[in-house]
């Protein structure tokens, strides 16, 4: 068995997004494992980059013919070709980790590598339940919607797929079948593409990553309004909210986007038989806390409007199914 794997996903319109990641893991975290690109519609003429510099490339199909999202936030059909890590040729290494490449890493990937199961970040405020990650299609009852996902609780704490991290030992003949079925049946009601589908085959069977893995650098600067300096993380991440301009690190306004810039220029240095040493590991004990209480002060007007809505949720789900016990009582009376 060989040792761990480092993952993206890219399209032909992320190819540069993909080389920054794959420079700021090697030069800021000395990933000294494999690395892989999971490429989705790439020429080969464009893929000899990746090759050459010893970067593995494994080209994947889109788990859905379709995309997925409101009109003000597309997510395309391509951002499924990531459950192609969840089939039996990937235990062929010990642990798997993936990163979104709209991320910026900073430090060395120690829980990622040290993963026992299945490990991943909680989504963000409005989203962090399961509730948030799907949508009722149009036509479908309120309470057919709810029948659907008879067995879980759609007020359960969802995770985000932008980075997670497996033993491969989650894997078995059965998992891609089991997967599949839950991507037919619940196909239309996904809000963010894959997201609903592996919080479901996941449900209750994963391990949370700290919030410095997974860190929203964006939305807290240009939300929360929180200086640039006092951002910091292992894993930064930049996913859209809306339209709104410059919150891809790649933007040119994005107050991160010379950091962005000049991993994207290393980039061309990569060398795998000869892995740099990170420069300084995640602050510890005294930084870490420090880091977090900030972060809870800084997001806690959202939090507290967040855990409002769950608990809003919980009661009109109960309301629901105990009004619809008290009928079937009535009628069997």
Not at 54 to 76: C, H
Not at 106 to 113: A, S
Not at 220 to 233: A, C, E
Not at 271 to 296: A, E, M, T, V
Request: aromatic fraction near 16%; include cysteine; charged fraction near 30%.
């Amino acid at each position: 068995m060989k040792g761990n794997l480092l993952t993206t996903l890219a399209d032909r319109n992320f190819l540069d997004q993909a080389k920054q990641l794959f420079s700021s893991v090697y030069w800021n975290a000395g990933w000294e494992g494999d690395y892989m690109l999971l490429a989705c519609g790439i020429p080969e003429s464009e893929l000899k980059w990746f090759r050459e510099r010893g970067i593995l490339v494994k080209e994947v199909e889109p788990f859905s013919d379709k995309d997925f999202g409101a009109e003000t936030l597309r997510y395309p059909a391509a951002v499924t070709g990531k459950l192609a890590l969840f089939s039996e040729e990937f235990k062929d290494w010990r642990a798997v980790a993936f990163i979104d490449a709209d991320c910026i890493v900073r430090y060395p990937l120690d829980l990622l590598v040290n993963t026992k199961g299945f490990s991943a970040a909680r989504d963000w405020l409005d989203t962090a339940i399961i509730m948030y990650q799907a949508k009722k299609p149009e036509g479908i009852e309120e309470s057919e919607y709810l029948r659907q996902f008879n067995g879980y609780s759609l007020t359960a704490t969802a995770f985000n797929t932008g980075v997670f991290a497996f033993n491969t030992k989650v894997i078995d003949s059965s998992t891609q079948v089991k997967l599949k079925q839950i991507l037919h049946k619940y196909k239309d009601f996904g809000r963010f593409g894959e997201q609903l589908w592996m919080n479901l085959y996941f449900y209750k069977k994963w391990q949370r990553l700290p919030m410095e893995y997974n860190l929203f650098a964006s939305y807290l600067h240009n939300r929360r309004r929180l200086p640039k300096r006092q951002i910091d993380g292992v894993v930064l991440h930049f996913p859209r909210f809306g339209k709104e301009e410059g919150l891809r690190c790649w933007d040119k306004n994005n107050a991160f986007y010379d950091e962005w810039k000049r991993n994207l220029e290393r980039a061309e240095m990569i060398d795998l038989k000869h892995i740099p040493k990170p420069n300084c590991r995640w602050p510890g004990s005294r930084g870490l806390l420090f880091q977090r209480w900030r972060l809870r002060i800084a997001l806690g007007s959202d939090y507290l409007r967040f855990y409002r809505s769950k608990m809003s949720i919980r009661s009109r789900t109960v309301a629901f199914f105990s009004a619809k016990m008290r009928k079937k009582h009535a009628h069997g009376a």
